[in-house]
Every structure is written in structure tokens, then in C-alpha cells.
């Protein structure tokens, strides 16, 4: 079987990028210590702090996708199959999900941090449906990629049948 750890870092990675960048850039509804009342985002130095933690937030999404990238060459290298694409997207869904469960528990709800919207009064049902999401792409994801496992198991016990007609 391929590697599932390839997929799960670039899922990690990129549900981190999804993140920073449509809801911390495009849409500017939080960063990562907006909720924070040293650092409020609506004064030059708190933004400016913000604007520092969303790159360090950026960069380990970064090194996530990196890591999920050599651990990809590095399977290949040791001549493990490559996964088919429900396989491994199914991988990088359940990754994403993994990091909207772990990054809204921490930063939502038990440090407080930030709020998926802090732009409103009441943020709880916005951090609530950000969980929801997040459990649904993983269990989606792990769906997606358990019917990956079973076609390429399907593809191999196929080609054994043909290898052993062929003797």
C-alpha cells in the first residue's frame, strides 16, 4: 500500500493555507491573536503583531506541505505504489478536517486566541459550524479514502488472477 503519511501532511498543510489566507487575508474576519486585548486588530501595532503571527502561522503550513512532499519522494524512492487519487485526496480531506478540529479546539475554544469571527458579537455558532465543517471533511475524507484502499485492493487481487492464468 502507498504511504498515508504524505497525504495527511499535505491535508494538514494546506487546510492550514485555506485558512490563513481566504479567512485571515481575503475576508480579514480574524488573525491569529485578534482576540487577544494587547494585540486588537483594528490599531497599526496590533495589526501589525497579527500580521507577524499569521506569517509564522503561514510558515508551518509551509513546512507541513514540505514535509508532505518528501515524505511523497520518499515513498516513491523505496518503490512503495503510488495511491490513486481517492486514495490520497481522501488523505488530504481527512488532513484538512484534522486541522480545522485541532485548530479550532486550541485557538477557539481553549486558548482563545481568535474566533473564526471576530468581526461579530456573538462568534460561538460561527466557531461551532467551522468544528462541523472540519469532522466532515475528515470523516468524508476517511470515506473517500478507505473506497481508495478497496479499489486498489480490487486492481491487485485482479492482476494476481491474471499473473497466475498466464503461468
Do not use: C
Not at 496590533?46 to 514540505?66: K, P, Q, R, S, Y
Not at 468581526?119 to 460561527?126: A, H, Q, R, T
Request: proline share 2%; aromatic share 12%.
Amino acid at each position: 500500500m502507498p504511504s498515508k503519511v504524505s497525504g495527511l501532511l499535505y491535508g494538514l498543510g494546506f487546510g492550514g493555507f485555506i485558512d490563513g489566507i481566504v479567512l485571515h487575508q481575503i475576508l480579514q474576519w480574524h488573525h491569529m491573536v485578534s482576540h487577544v486585548e494587547e494585540y486588537p486588530a483594528d490599531t497599526v501595532a496590533g495589526l501589525e503583531v497579527n500580521t507577524l503571527a499569521d506569517g509564522f502561522f503561514h510558515m508551518a503550513t509551509w513546512v507541513l506541505v514540505l514535509a508532505g512532499s518528501i515524505a511523497a519522494i520518499k515513498a516513491w524512492r523505496e518503490g512503495r505504489f503510488a495511491p490513486s487519487w481517492s486514495f490520497h485526496f481522501g488523505l488530504v480531506l481527512a488532513g484538512w478536517g484534522m486541522f480545522n478540529l485541532v485548530e479550532g479546539i486550541v485557538d477557539h475554544h481553549l486558548l482563545g486566541v481568535h474566533h473564526v469571527r471576530d468581526d461579530v458579537g456573538s462568534p460561538l455558532s460561527w466557531d461551532l459550524g467551522f468544528l462541523a465543517f472540519g469532522a466532515l471533511l475528515l470523516v468524508g475524507g476517511w470515506l473517500l479514502h478507505k473506497r481508495g484502499i478497496a479499489a486498489m485492493e480490487r486492481r491487485a487481487r485482479g492482476g494476481e488472477e491474471r499473473a497466475s492464468v498466464g503461468r
